[in-house]
Protein backbone atom coordinates (compact mmCIF):
# COMPACT_ATOMS: atom_id res chain seq x y z
CA UNK A 1 0.00 0.00 0.00
CA UNK A 2 1.16 3.52 -0.72
CA UNK A 3 2.35 5.78 2.26
CA UNK A 4 1.18 9.05 2.96
CA UNK A 5 3.75 11.63 3.65
CA UNK A 6 2.89 15.21 5.26
CA UNK A 7 3.78 18.37 4.38
CA UNK A 8 7.08 18.14 6.46
CA UNK A 9 8.19 14.93 5.25
CA UNK A 10 7.68 16.05 1.26
CA UNK A 11 9.85 18.94 1.66
CA UNK A 12 12.78 17.00 3.73
CA UNK A 13 12.36 14.24 0.60
CA UNK A 14 12.71 16.73 -1.65
CA UNK A 15 15.51 18.73 -0.33
CA UNK A 16 17.31 15.26 -0.16
CA UNK A 17 20.61 14.69 -1.99
CA UNK A 18 20.05 12.40 -4.63
CA UNK A 19 21.94 9.02 -4.81
CA UNK A 20 21.23 6.69 -7.47
CA UNK A 21 22.23 3.23 -8.03
CA UNK A 22 25.11 2.61 -10.72
CA UNK A 23 22.50 1.15 -13.37
CA UNK A 24 20.90 5.02 -13.50
CA UNK A 25 23.97 6.73 -12.53
CA UNK A 26 25.70 5.54 -15.35
CA UNK A 27 22.56 6.28 -17.44
CA UNK A 28 22.90 10.35 -16.16
CA UNK A 29 24.28 11.74 -18.87
CA UNK A 30 23.17 10.08 -21.77
CA UNK A 31 19.42 9.91 -20.11
CA UNK A 32 19.61 14.24 -20.14
CA UNK A 33 20.59 13.81 -23.92
CA UNK A 34 17.77 11.95 -24.58
CA UNK A 35 15.52 14.43 -23.00
CA UNK A 36 16.81 17.73 -25.18
CA UNK A 37 17.09 15.12 -28.26
CA UNK A 38 14.36 12.10 -27.37
CA UNK A 39 18.13 10.14 -28.32
CA UNK A 40 16.35 6.67 -26.69
CA UNK A 41 18.83 4.71 -28.15
CA UNK A 42 22.32 5.95 -26.44
CA UNK A 43 20.45 5.47 -23.02
CA UNK A 44 19.93 1.91 -23.91
CA UNK A 45 23.07 1.54 -24.85
CA UNK A 46 24.72 3.19 -21.77
CA UNK A 47 22.50 1.45 -19.59
CA UNK A 48 23.96 -1.97 -19.65
CA UNK A 49 27.07 -1.52 -21.88
CA UNK A 50 29.11 -0.51 -18.31
CA UNK A 51 32.39 0.30 -18.13
CA UNK A 52 34.74 -1.86 -15.82
CA UNK A 53 34.92 1.67 -13.79
CA UNK A 54 31.67 0.69 -12.21
CA UNK A 55 33.48 -2.10 -10.26
CA UNK A 56 35.65 0.49 -8.43
CA UNK A 57 33.33 3.72 -8.39
CA UNK A 58 30.25 1.73 -6.73
CA UNK A 59 27.65 5.05 -6.08
CA UNK A 60 28.08 8.66 -6.17
CA UNK A 61 26.41 11.22 -4.98
CA UNK A 62 25.17 14.22 -7.33
CA UNK A 63 23.14 16.64 -5.04
CA UNK A 64 25.36 18.96 -6.76
CA UNK A 65 23.94 18.11 -10.29
CA UNK A 66 20.04 18.85 -9.38
CA UNK A 67 19.55 20.20 -12.65
CA UNK A 68 20.72 16.91 -14.29
CA UNK A 69 19.39 15.02 -11.77
CA UNK A 70 16.09 16.27 -12.39
CA UNK A 71 16.05 15.43 -16.25
CA UNK A 72 16.29 11.98 -14.99
CA UNK A 73 13.95 12.31 -12.58
CA UNK A 74 11.56 13.21 -15.12
CA UNK A 75 12.03 9.70 -16.53
CA UNK A 76 11.56 8.03 -13.43
CA UNK A 77 8.90 9.57 -11.95
CA UNK A 78 5.40 9.21 -13.61
CA UNK A 79 1.79 9.40 -13.27
CA UNK A 80 -0.17 6.75 -11.35
CA UNK A 81 -1.51 4.27 -13.54
CA UNK A 82 -5.19 2.59 -12.87
CA UNK A 83 -5.91 -0.26 -10.51
CA UNK A 84 -5.65 -3.86 -12.51
CA UNK A 85 -7.65 -6.56 -12.34
CA UNK A 86 -7.58 -9.00 -9.44
CA UNK A 87 -5.09 -12.44 -10.03
CA UNK A 88 -1.35 -10.39 -10.68
CA UNK A 89 0.17 -7.18 -9.59
CA UNK A 90 0.21 -5.85 -13.18
CA UNK A 91 -0.86 -6.50 -16.60
CA UNK A 92 1.89 -5.33 -19.46
CA UNK A 93 0.70 -3.18 -22.28
CA UNK A 94 3.21 -3.10 -25.15
CA UNK A 95 3.09 -1.42 -28.48
CA UNK A 96 5.95 -0.54 -31.73
CA UNK A 97 5.82 1.73 -33.92
CA UNK A 98 8.25 1.55 -36.62
CA UNK A 99 11.35 0.27 -34.62
CA UNK A 100 10.80 2.00 -31.28
CA UNK A 101 9.01 -0.14 -29.08
CA UNK A 102 7.37 1.05 -25.58
CA UNK A 103 6.59 -0.69 -22.58
CA UNK A 104 3.21 0.34 -19.82
CA UNK A 105 2.14 -1.36 -16.69
CA UNK A 106 -1.03 -0.60 -14.71
CA UNK A 107 -0.67 -1.94 -11.08
CA UNK A 108 -2.89 -3.21 -8.74
CA UNK A 109 -1.82 -1.33 -5.76
CA UNK A 110 -3.75 -3.47 -3.52
CA UNK A 111 -1.77 -6.17 -3.19
CA UNK A 112 1.63 -5.91 -1.24
CA UNK A 113 5.08 -6.48 -3.38
CA UNK A 114 8.00 -8.55 -2.72
CA UNK A 115 11.52 -8.17 -4.13
CA UNK A 116 12.92 -10.65 -5.87
CA UNK A 117 16.58 -11.79 -7.54
CA UNK A 118 17.10 -13.99 -10.17
CA UNK A 119 20.29 -16.07 -10.99
CA UNK A 120 21.08 -18.26 -13.61
CA UNK A 121 21.36 -21.98 -12.96
CA UNK A 122 23.59 -22.05 -16.86
CA UNK A 123 25.79 -19.74 -18.11
CA UNK A 124 27.73 -20.89 -21.70
CA UNK A 125 31.15 -21.94 -21.62
CA UNK A 126 34.09 -19.65 -20.58
CA UNK A 127 31.48 -17.07 -19.01
CA UNK A 128 31.66 -15.82 -15.02
CA UNK A 129 30.72 -13.37 -12.54
CA UNK A 130 32.34 -10.26 -12.32
CA UNK A 131 29.62 -8.66 -10.72
CA UNK A 132 26.48 -9.21 -9.32
CA UNK A 133 24.00 -9.72 -12.39
CA UNK A 134 27.45 -9.12 -14.72
CA UNK A 135 27.94 -12.11 -16.78
CA UNK A 136 31.34 -12.31 -19.16
CA UNK A 137 33.71 -14.71 -21.35
CA UNK A 138 35.73 -11.58 -22.36
CA UNK A 139 35.62 -7.82 -22.69
CA UNK A 140 33.15 -8.20 -25.28
CA UNK A 141 31.30 -10.74 -24.83
CA UNK A 142 28.49 -10.36 -21.98
CA UNK A 143 25.40 -11.24 -20.01
CA UNK A 144 23.52 -8.64 -17.69
CA UNK A 145 21.10 -9.88 -15.40
CA UNK A 146 18.52 -6.95 -13.91
CA UNK A 147 15.43 -7.82 -12.06
CA UNK A 148 12.48 -5.42 -12.52
CA UNK A 149 11.02 -5.21 -8.78
CA UNK A 150 7.26 -3.63 -8.44
CA UNK A 151 8.68 -0.33 -6.71
CA UNK A 152 10.68 0.16 -10.33
CA UNK A 153 8.19 -0.60 -12.65
CA UNK A 154 5.64 1.36 -10.74
CA UNK A 155 8.80 4.28 -11.40
CA UNK A 156 8.15 3.97 -15.56
CA UNK A 157 11.59 4.03 -15.63
CA UNK A 158 11.74 2.87 -19.25
CA UNK A 159 13.21 -0.33 -18.33
CA UNK A 160 12.60 -2.40 -21.47
CA UNK A 161 11.74 0.50 -23.84
CA UNK A 162 14.20 0.30 -27.15
CA UNK A 163 14.51 1.63 -30.08
CA UNK A 164 16.69 0.10 -33.44
CA UNK A 165 14.05 -3.01 -33.07
CA UNK A 166 14.63 -5.27 -35.97
CA UNK A 167 12.38 -8.55 -34.61
CA UNK A 168 10.44 -8.70 -31.62
CA UNK A 169 9.28 -12.77 -30.66
CA UNK A 170 7.22 -14.50 -27.71
CA UNK A 171 8.12 -17.23 -25.82
CA UNK A 172 7.90 -19.29 -22.55
CA UNK A 173 10.80 -19.16 -20.64
CA UNK A 174 11.22 -20.37 -17.10
CA UNK A 175 7.72 -20.63 -16.69
CA UNK A 176 7.06 -16.73 -17.79
CA UNK A 177 6.08 -15.09 -20.76
CA UNK A 178 9.10 -13.92 -22.96
CA UNK A 179 9.88 -11.08 -25.45
CA UNK A 180 13.07 -11.89 -26.96
CA UNK A 181 13.95 -8.49 -28.92
CA UNK A 182 16.67 -8.60 -31.61
CA UNK A 183 18.09 -4.96 -32.53
CA UNK A 184 19.28 -3.95 -36.21
CA UNK A 185 23.15 -3.31 -36.13
CA UNK A 186 24.53 -0.30 -34.02
CA UNK A 187 26.86 1.71 -35.81
CA UNK A 188 27.40 3.64 -32.48
CA UNK A 189 28.51 1.26 -30.43
CA UNK A 190 31.66 -1.24 -30.81
CA UNK A 191 29.81 -4.31 -28.99
CA UNK A 192 26.33 -3.14 -27.70
CA UNK A 193 24.00 -4.78 -26.33
CA UNK A 194 21.70 -5.88 -28.73
CA UNK A 195 20.27 -9.09 -27.55
CA UNK A 196 17.23 -8.48 -24.82
CA UNK A 197 15.18 -10.68 -23.18
CA UNK A 198 12.47 -9.69 -21.05
CA UNK A 199 10.85 -11.89 -19.25
CA UNK A 200 7.34 -11.29 -17.00
CA UNK A 201 5.63 -13.05 -14.10
CA UNK A 202 2.32 -10.57 -12.96
CA UNK A 203 1.28 -13.65 -10.82
CA UNK A 204 4.70 -13.32 -7.98
CA UNK A 205 5.13 -9.22 -8.94
CA UNK A 206 8.15 -9.09 -10.92
CA UNK A 207 10.20 -8.81 -14.19
CA UNK A 208 13.42 -10.02 -15.23
CA UNK A 209 15.13 -8.25 -18.33
CA UNK A 210 18.58 -10.34 -19.63
CA UNK A 211 20.94 -8.13 -21.66
CA UNK A 212 23.42 -9.63 -24.57
CA UNK A 213 26.02 -8.55 -26.16
CA UNK A 214 26.67 -9.00 -30.27
CA UNK A 215 28.72 -11.45 -29.53
CA UNK A 216 26.11 -13.53 -27.36
CA UNK A 217 24.58 -15.73 -29.11
CA UNK A 218 20.91 -15.51 -28.96
CA UNK A 219 20.06 -19.09 -28.74
CA UNK A 220 22.54 -19.13 -25.29
CA UNK A 221 20.64 -15.70 -23.69
CA UNK A 222 17.50 -17.70 -23.97
CA UNK A 223 18.95 -20.80 -22.37
CA UNK A 224 20.11 -18.59 -19.55
CA UNK A 225 16.64 -17.06 -19.09
CA UNK A 226 15.16 -20.59 -18.92
CA UNK A 227 17.35 -21.70 -16.12
CA UNK A 228 16.88 -18.68 -13.87
CA UNK A 229 16.50 -19.39 -10.36
CA UNK A 230 13.85 -16.37 -9.10
CA UNK A 231 14.16 -16.16 -5.09
CA UNK A 232 12.03 -13.51 -2.74
CA UNK A 233 14.52 -11.71 -0.08
CA UNK A 234 13.34 -10.68 2.91
CA UNK A 235 13.88 -6.96 2.06
CA UNK A 236 10.41 -4.91 2.01
CA UNK A 237 9.85 -2.46 -1.13
CA UNK A 238 6.75 0.05 -1.57
CA UNK A 239 5.18 2.25 -3.63
CA UNK A 240 6.00 6.00 -3.63
CA UNK A 241 2.89 7.61 -3.01
CA UNK A 242 0.79 8.99 -5.43
CA UNK A 243 0.45 12.69 -3.49
CA UNK A 244 4.55 12.71 -3.64
CA UNK A 245 4.89 11.15 -7.34
CA UNK A 246 2.73 14.61 -8.51
CA UNK A 247 4.65 16.72 -6.29
CA UNK A 248 8.14 15.29 -7.46
CA UNK A 249 6.95 15.32 -11.10
CA UNK A 250 5.75 18.73 -10.83
CA UNK A 251 9.03 20.05 -9.63
CA UNK A 252 11.31 17.99 -11.78
CA UNK A 253 9.18 18.67 -14.84
CA UNK A 254 9.67 22.18 -13.81
CA UNK A 255 13.84 22.16 -12.96
CA UNK A 256 14.23 20.54 -16.55
CA UNK A 257 12.68 22.71 -18.57
CA UNK A 258 15.00 25.70 -16.93
CA UNK A 259 17.94 23.22 -17.38
CA UNK A 260 17.37 23.29 -21.13
CA UNK A 261 16.47 26.52 -21.07
CA UNK A 262 20.15 27.36 -19.81
CA UNK A 263 21.76 25.23 -22.49
CA UNK A 264 20.13 27.34 -25.22
CA UNK A 265 21.15 30.33 -23.81
CA UNK A 266 24.58 29.53 -23.88
CA UNK A 267 27.38 31.07 -21.92
CA UNK A 268 27.97 35.24 -21.64
CA UNK A 269 31.64 36.23 -22.70
CA UNK A 270 32.55 37.52 -19.36
CA UNK A 271 32.27 34.32 -17.53
CA UNK A 272 34.91 32.44 -19.48
CA UNK A 273 38.51 33.43 -17.84
CA UNK A 274 41.28 34.07 -19.81
CA UNK A 275 44.29 31.51 -19.87
CA UNK A 276 46.62 31.90 -17.03
CA UNK A 277 44.02 34.06 -14.63
CA UNK A 278 42.50 32.61 -11.24
CA UNK A 279 39.09 31.80 -11.48
CA UNK A 280 36.78 30.15 -8.62
CA UNK A 281 33.13 30.09 -7.41
CA UNK A 282 30.46 32.51 -7.89
CA UNK A 283 27.43 33.56 -5.44
CA UNK A 284 23.80 33.50 -6.50
CA UNK A 285 24.50 37.23 -7.18
CA UNK A 286 27.32 36.63 -9.40
CA UNK A 287 29.71 37.84 -7.50
CA UNK A 288 32.98 35.98 -7.25
CA UNK A 289 33.91 34.24 -3.47
CA UNK A 290 36.98 35.88 -2.71
CA UNK A 291 37.58 33.09 0.33
CA UNK A 292 37.09 30.46 -1.10
CA UNK A 293 38.83 27.65 -3.33
CA UNK A 294 40.99 29.79 -6.88
CA UNK A 295 41.97 27.74 -9.87
CA UNK A 296 44.45 28.49 -12.48
CA UNK A 297 45.89 26.71 -15.38
CA UNK A 298 49.66 26.43 -15.62
CA UNK A 299 50.18 24.62 -18.71
CA UNK A 300 48.49 22.89 -21.71
CA UNK A 301 49.37 20.24 -23.70
CA UNK A 302 48.21 18.22 -26.86
CA UNK A 303 49.86 15.80 -28.05
CA UNK A 304 49.21 12.54 -30.53
CA UNK A 305 50.74 9.75 -28.55
CA UNK A 306 50.54 8.85 -24.80
CA UNK A 307 54.29 8.81 -25.70
CA UNK A 308 54.77 12.39 -25.72
CA UNK A 309 53.25 12.92 -22.09
CA UNK A 310 55.14 12.90 -18.90
CA UNK A 311 55.11 9.20 -17.31
CA UNK A 312 51.60 8.27 -15.81
CA UNK A 313 50.92 6.63 -13.39
CA UNK A 314 47.90 3.61 -13.12
CA UNK A 315 46.58 4.51 -10.08
CA UNK A 316 45.70 8.49 -11.00
CA UNK A 317 43.57 6.66 -14.01
CA UNK A 318 39.88 6.81 -12.99
CA UNK A 319 39.47 3.23 -14.18
CA UNK A 320 43.04 2.36 -16.03
CA UNK A 321 41.24 -1.10 -17.13
CA UNK A 322 38.60 0.77 -19.05
CA UNK A 323 41.07 3.72 -20.13
CA UNK A 324 43.91 1.81 -21.71
CA UNK A 325 41.34 0.07 -23.77
CA UNK A 326 40.90 2.89 -25.71
CA UNK A 327 44.54 3.35 -26.27
CA UNK A 328 46.24 1.80 -29.45
CA UNK A 329 49.50 -0.05 -29.19
CA UNK A 330 51.35 2.97 -30.43
CA UNK A 331 50.34 5.32 -27.78
CA UNK A 332 47.42 7.13 -29.93
CA UNK A 333 43.88 7.06 -29.30
CA UNK A 334 41.38 4.82 -30.90
CA UNK A 335 38.75 7.31 -32.88
CA UNK A 336 34.93 7.71 -31.44
CA UNK A 337 31.74 7.91 -33.40
CA UNK A 338 30.21 11.68 -33.41
CA UNK A 339 26.93 12.60 -35.77
CA UNK A 340 25.28 15.70 -36.42
CA UNK A 341 23.45 17.72 -33.85
CA UNK A 342 20.51 18.10 -36.07
CA UNK A 343 20.64 14.56 -37.04
CA UNK A 344 18.75 13.33 -33.30
CA UNK A 345 17.31 11.55 -32.18
CA UNK A 346 18.88 8.49 -34.05
CA UNK A 347 18.01 5.70 -35.31
CA UNK A 348 21.15 4.08 -35.90
CA UNK A 349 21.00 4.02 -39.79
CA UNK A 350 22.78 8.01 -39.48
CA UNK A 351 26.34 8.36 -41.31
CA UNK A 352 28.35 8.08 -37.77
CA UNK A 353 31.74 9.97 -38.98
CA UNK A 354 34.66 8.50 -37.04
CA UNK A 355 37.03 11.18 -35.69
CA UNK A 356 40.47 10.76 -34.23
CA UNK A 357 41.14 11.73 -30.80
CA UNK A 358 43.67 13.24 -29.16
CA UNK A 359 45.06 13.60 -25.52
CA UNK A 360 44.67 17.28 -23.52
CA UNK A 361 46.55 17.77 -20.62
CA UNK A 362 46.41 20.80 -18.07
CA UNK A 363 48.31 21.32 -15.40
CA UNK A 364 46.41 23.63 -12.84
CA UNK A 365 47.50 24.81 -9.59
CA UNK A 366 44.20 25.36 -6.98
CA UNK A 367 44.74 27.92 -4.10
CA UNK A 368 42.24 27.53 -0.79
CA UNK A 369 42.12 31.32 -0.34
CA UNK A 370 40.35 31.46 3.32
CA UNK A 371 41.27 30.60 6.46
CA UNK A 372 39.31 27.60 6.97
CA UNK A 373 39.64 24.20 5.52
CA UNK A 374 37.80 23.75 1.81
CA UNK A 375 36.96 20.84 -0.31
CA UNK A 376 38.19 21.36 -3.73
CA UNK A 377 37.72 19.48 -7.08
CA UNK A 378 40.10 18.17 -9.82
CA UNK A 379 37.78 16.79 -11.49
CA UNK A 380 36.76 20.13 -13.45
CA UNK A 381 34.64 19.72 -16.57
CA UNK A 382 35.22 19.94 -19.93
CA UNK A 383 32.75 21.85 -22.11
CA UNK A 384 32.88 22.53 -26.27
CA UNK A 385 31.95 25.83 -26.77
CA UNK A 386 32.18 28.32 -29.46
CA UNK A 387 32.23 31.88 -29.29
CA UNK A 388 29.63 33.19 -31.24
CA UNK A 389 29.28 37.16 -33.28
CA UNK A 390 27.71 38.54 -30.43
CA UNK A 391 30.50 37.35 -28.02
CA UNK A 392 28.91 34.59 -26.20
CA UNK A 393 29.70 31.13 -26.28
CA UNK A 394 27.52 28.17 -27.44
CA UNK A 395 27.87 24.51 -26.62
CA UNK A 396 28.98 22.70 -29.63
CA UNK A 397 27.31 19.66 -28.65
CA UNK A 398 23.98 21.03 -29.10
CA UNK A 399 24.47 23.02 -32.31
CA UNK A 400 27.34 21.20 -33.62
CA UNK A 401 27.54 17.69 -32.86
CA UNK A 402 26.91 14.99 -30.70
CA UNK A 403 29.43 12.29 -29.82
CA UNK A 404 27.54 8.78 -29.61
CA UNK A 405 30.06 6.42 -28.76
CA UNK A 406 28.05 4.74 -24.94
CA UNK A 407 31.54 3.50 -23.80
CA UNK A 408 33.72 7.14 -24.07
CA UNK A 409 37.18 6.96 -22.49
CA UNK A 410 35.98 9.55 -19.84
CA UNK A 411 32.95 10.27 -17.75
CA UNK A 412 30.95 13.49 -17.52
CA UNK A 413 33.53 15.09 -19.28
CA UNK A 414 35.65 14.93 -16.35
CA UNK A 415 39.64 14.05 -17.01
CA UNK A 416 40.40 10.10 -17.17
CA UNK A 417 43.39 11.03 -15.37
CA UNK A 418 44.06 13.03 -12.50
CA UNK A 419 47.22 12.32 -10.15
CA UNK A 420 46.40 14.37 -7.39
CA UNK A 421 43.63 12.16 -6.24
CA UNK A 422 43.86 11.29 -2.65
CA UNK A 423 40.68 8.84 -2.26
CA UNK A 424 42.21 6.03 -4.52
CA UNK A 425 41.79 3.16 -2.23
CA UNK A 426 38.41 0.63 -2.36
CA UNK A 427 35.22 2.53 -1.56
CA UNK A 428 37.23 5.98 -1.21
CA UNK A 429 37.31 6.04 -5.01
CA UNK A 430 33.76 7.34 -5.21
CA UNK A 431 35.37 10.55 -3.75
CA UNK A 432 38.06 10.00 -6.51
CA UNK A 433 37.69 13.65 -7.73
CA UNK A 434 37.56 15.20 -4.73
CA UNK A 435 40.22 16.71 -1.89
CA UNK A 436 40.41 18.89 0.97
CA UNK A 437 42.83 22.31 1.08
CA UNK A 438 44.03 23.66 4.67
CA UNK A 439 44.00 27.20 4.69
CA UNK A 440 45.95 29.21 2.22
CA UNK A 441 47.59 25.56 1.21
CA UNK A 442 48.05 25.30 -2.86
CA UNK A 443 48.12 22.02 -4.50
CA UNK A 444 49.45 21.35 -8.25
CA UNK A 445 48.11 18.50 -10.76
CA UNK A 446 47.76 16.77 -14.12
CA UNK A 447 44.34 16.35 -15.93
CA UNK A 448 44.15 14.33 -19.11
CA UNK A 449 40.97 14.48 -21.65
CA UNK A 450 40.31 12.56 -24.41
CA UNK A 451 38.79 15.01 -27.54
CA UNK A 452 38.23 14.94 -30.74
CA UNK A 453 41.30 16.34 -32.67
CA UNK A 454 39.23 19.32 -34.80
CA UNK A 455 37.37 20.68 -31.15
CA UNK A 456 40.60 20.39 -29.30
CA UNK A 457 40.84 23.99 -29.44
CA UNK A 458 37.16 24.70 -28.15
CA UNK A 459 37.55 23.40 -24.40
CA UNK A 460 36.92 25.39 -21.72
CA UNK A 461 37.23 23.88 -17.99
CA UNK A 462 34.15 24.65 -15.40
CA UNK A 463 35.39 25.58 -12.55
CA UNK A 464 31.43 25.91 -10.99
CA UNK A 465 29.59 22.76 -10.87
CA UNK A 466 26.67 24.14 -8.30
CA UNK A 467 23.58 25.94 -8.41
CA UNK A 468 20.62 25.84 -10.20
CA UNK A 469 20.75 25.54 -14.00
CA UNK A 470 17.75 28.14 -15.59
CA UNK A 471 18.01 30.61 -18.04
CA UNK A 472 20.87 33.18 -17.48
CA UNK A 473 22.66 30.48 -14.76
CA UNK A 474 25.72 30.29 -16.71
CA UNK A 475 26.40 34.03 -15.55
CA UNK A 476 27.31 32.60 -12.28
CA UNK A 477 29.31 30.38 -12.96
CA UNK A 478 33.05 30.28 -13.91
CA UNK A 479 35.03 28.55 -16.92
CA UNK A 480 38.39 28.59 -17.82
CA UNK A 481 40.07 29.41 -21.37
CA UNK A 482 42.75 26.92 -21.93
CA UNK A 483 44.14 28.87 -25.17
Given at each position: MSKQYNNEEISRILCQDLIFSRTINDRLDETYALIRANARQIREGSAENSHRRVRKMGRRKIGRRLGLAAAVMVLLAAASLAVVAAGGFFVKNSSQTGDSMTYEFKIDYTLVPKKFEAKPSYLPEGYKEWQKGKYEKDEYAQISIRTVNMDLMDSNSGEFDCVGVESVTTDILGGMDADIVQLKENKMSYHPFDKRVYLFNPDKGYAIALYGTDLVEMGELKKVADSLIVTETEEDISYTSEELKKIRQQRMEEENKKSMAANEAGVPADAVTPMGEEAGMVNAQGTEISDGVKYKVTEVIHADSISELPDLEEKYFIDYEDNSWWIREDGTLKPQGRAKADSWPLTGDEEIEQVQQKYLLVRVRAKNNSDSLKMAQGGLFAYLLRQEEDGHYSFMDNTVHKQVEVDNIQMESRPFYFDGAENIEGEARSDFYYYYLEP????????????????????????????????????????????
Open positions: GEEKEYTLIWAVDEDVIDNVCLMVDYNGMYEPGCYDNKRFMSIK
